[in-house]
């Protein structure tokens, strides 16, 4: 029996690959032009709030994206997890709720 992914782990693993596919020098680092354009590409509706330069440096800011230095794997998926568990929560109809299916969280 194939395994049933949920809209959401399909969507995990989208930005996981597209973040590897945007890195074309470093697999594990994007400079902040290649994450502001797979921003723009994978999540449009952050680019409304990060959109502008002072909305993306506040974003790497909460990120823990050091001024100058690229953004890493680790800080993307700080993010990642972020909007899962959010997006989790309104899937549960309820606020603050960690999603105990997903094995990635």
């Known amino acids: 029996m194939a395994t049933q992914y949920s809209d959401l782990e399909l969507a995990l693993n989208t930005l996981v690959t597209n973040f590897h596919s945007a890195s074309a020098t470093n697999a594990n680092t994007l400079t902040v032009q290649e994450f502001q ?26 990120m823990g994206v ?29 606020k603050h709720v960690k999603c105990v299916k997903c094995i990635l969280l």
Do not use: I, R, Y
């Not at 449009?44 to 800011?61: F, H, I, R, Y």
């Not at 230095?69 to 998926?77: A, E, L, N, P, R």
């Open 37 to 62: 354009s797979m921003l723009s590409k994978e999540l449009p509706s952050m680019v409304k709030t990060a959109g502008d330069q002072e909305g993306l440096n506040k974003l790497l800011k909460d």
């Open 66 to 94: 050091e001024e100058g230095k690229g953004v890493t794997f680790k800080d993307f998926w700080g993010l990642v997890d972020s909007l899962a568990n959010s997006q989790c929560g309104l899937q549960s109809k309820e």
